[in-house]
């Protein structure tokens, strides 16, 4: 089991930055990517990016690209989500999630189902 606890939501003015954080604890051997999606009222939950926690791979959602960074500190057992030139419609739960799918190390992985831990959830909100 992998215990995931996201932190650095807020409240930020379009254009601005924030940081998300996300702490692993548990079983992280175990983990071999780790993902960022998110999730606006009445939407479902889609993908932003991604890292392979062996690889160092990252991977984004179209709608992100060259705003967002996805980076982690394996010694610290923590993913960022570093997200720049903020709009509106980013605003949304944004939620940290895990994967023990070997796969995802090299390749990626953006669909809910393919992770198995998630972490609670921080509300990002982006004022126009």
């Known amino acids: 089991q992998v215990h995931l606890v996201e932190s650095g939501g807020g409240l930020v003015q379009a254009g601005g930055s924030l940081r998300l954080s996300c702490a692993a604890s548990?079983?992280?051997?175990?983990?071999?990517?780790m993902g960022w999606f998110r999730q606006a009222p009445g939407k479902e939950r889609r993908f932003v990016a991604a890292?392979?926690?062996?690889?160092?791979?990252?991977y984004y959602a179209d709608s992100v690209k060259g705003r967002f960074t996805v980076s982690r500190d394996n010694a610290e057992l923590t993913v960022y989500l570093q997200m720049s030139s903020l709009k509106p419609e980013d605003t949304a739960v944004y939620y940290c999630?895990?994967?023990?799918?070997?796969?995802?190390?090299?390749?990626?992985?953006?669909?809910?189902?393919?992770?198995?831990?998630w972490g609670q959830g921080t509300q990002v909100t982006v004022s126009s």
């Open positions: 999630a895990g994967t023990r799918t070997e796969y995802c190390a090299g390749y990626g992985c953006s669909a809910p189902e393919e992770y198995d831990w």
């Open positions: 548990g079983r992280t051997s175990s983990t071999y990517g």
């Open positions: 890292i392979g926690t062996t690889t160092g791979r990252s």
